[in-house]
Each structure stands twice: as structure tokens, then as C-alpha cells.
């Protein structure tokens, strides 16, 4: 196929994700004010969430690789785009960095797999904490359920230093930075996702998986393109 004949495809798959693109578009420009008036509402310790979320939002305005990477992150990880985003500011707030929360994630997730299939380092840590990774059909349960009875566990342990053990053998090097997340218990990592739908500032699933899909799409078409 000639050169014109490829570039036809980019075109007309550019067409094909417009809508879904332009949605995405205005949602990111609508993160910023949304942003700003939760500010003018909020006060205390909202409002330093909303100034890092109102950072990230310009992060993510200036990078749609960055939505591309929330949603493939959400998908390694088992968990929603709403809560990863969610995470990720806790995280910032907390010492830790985007990039930080979502190695973090990915660790716990493979801890949660290693230990399904019996490795008993991994299982041990989440016997401790007096997690149950299994539901009653015997199926391993959702990242997201089993890290909030993991906040629980770690609140319930004695001592910081049980805590931050506990976090570094699960999250990693990153785990002892998320100390003042987790430690917060399971109704304090709820609230994270709380409170971002109240500030107005998170990315719909559809708009994230909106994006991967054109940037996917995009990068195949542009590489046969530039063949």
C-alpha cells in the first residue's frame, strides 16, 4: 500500500475516534475549573488536596499519554480509573509520586497473585494482617477489596515499625511513603475516591479508555504510515 493510501487510514481513523477524542478534550479542560471552584469552597485540608489535584490536572492537559498510561496502569493493577487517580493524589500528599503510587499497585498486585498460587512469603504477610485473598467460591478477590481489609490490617498492628514492614513487604520501595494512606484504615482509603467525585476533578472511565483507544489506534496507524 502507497503512502496515500496509509495516510487515508490515519485519516479516517482519526475520524472514527473524534468524538471520543473531543470528549476527552473537554473534560480535561473542565478538570481545571472544576477544580477551582472547589477551592472556593473547600477549606483545610480539601483544599491542599485540591491544589495537588488541580497540579495533576495540568499534567494531564498537557500529556495524553498520561491518560493513556492511567488507564493501562488501572488495567495491570485490577483496579478503576477513578480509584487509581484517587491513589495517586493520596499518594502525592503523603511524600510519594504518581509514578510512586502506580509501581506500588502493580507490586501489591503481583503480591496478592503470588500469593494466591501459594508462595508463602507473600501469603504469610497477608495472613498476619488477617487478610483473606479468596472469596467463598474460591476465587482470588478484586485489588481494590482486598487493599482496603489491608489498610485495616495495617492500622491494627502495634507499632510503626509492623506498619512500615508490612507496607515495604507489599508495596515495595514505595510502601513506607504510603504510611499515612493506609494507615488511615479501609474507611480512610474510601474516602480518597470520596472525595475526588467531590471536588469534580477525576477523569471518567469512558474518557480514559476513550483516549487509550485513540492512542493505540493512532500509533499503529502512524508507525505504517512512517514504513
Known amino acids: 500500500m502507497g503512502k496515500l493510501g496509509k495516510l487515508s487510514i490515519v485519516i479516517g481513523t482519526v475520524d472514527k475516534f473524534s468524538k ?17 471552584t472547589s477551592m472556593k469552597a473547600l477549606g483545610g485540608v480539601s483544599l491542599a488536596f485540591a491544589g495537588i489535584a488541580t497540579a495533576l490536572a495540568v499534567a494531564l492537559k498537557g500529556s495524553f499519554q498520561f491518560i493513556d498510561a492511567l488507564g493501562k496502569t488501572a488495567s495491570r493493577t485490577g483496579v478503576s480509573v477513578n480509584f487509581l487517580q484517587a491513589f495517586q493524589i493520596a499518594a502525592e ?17 503481583r503480591n496478592i497473585g503470588e500469593a494466591g498460587r501459594g508462595l508463602k512469603t507473600q501469603a504469610d504477610i497477608f495472613k498476619d494482617l488477617g487478610v483473606q485473598l479468596r472469596d467463598q467460591q474460591g476465587n482470588l478477590r478484586g485489588t481494590e477489596e482486598v487493599l482496603l481489609d489491608v489498610a485495616d490490617g ?10 512500615n514492614s508490612a507496607l515495604a513487604n507489599l508495596f515495595g520501595r514505595e510502601g513506607i511513603k504510603l504510611f499515612n494512606v493506609l494507615n488511615s484504615g479501609s474507611e480512610g482509603v474510601s474516602q480518597l ?16 479508555r476513550g483516549v487509550e483507544a485513540f492512542n493505540d489506534s493512532f500509533n499503529i496507524l502512524t508507525t505504517q504510515l512512517n514504513n
Open 193 to 208: 475516591t470520596e472525595r475526588l467525585n467531590e471536588l469534580g476533578i477525576s477523569l471518567s472511565e469512558r474518557s480514559v
Open 93 to 109: 500528599e503523603s511524600g510519594s509520586s504518581t509514578e510512586g503510587a502506580s509501581k506500588a499497585l502493580e507490586k501489591f498486585s
Open 20 to 36: 471520543t477524542f473531543s470528549k476527552a478534550k473537554a473534560g480535561l479542560a473542565g478538570i481545571g475549573k472544576a477544580a477551582k
Open 154 to 163: 495495617i492500622q491494627a498492628l502495634g507499632s510503626n515499625a509492623e506498619k
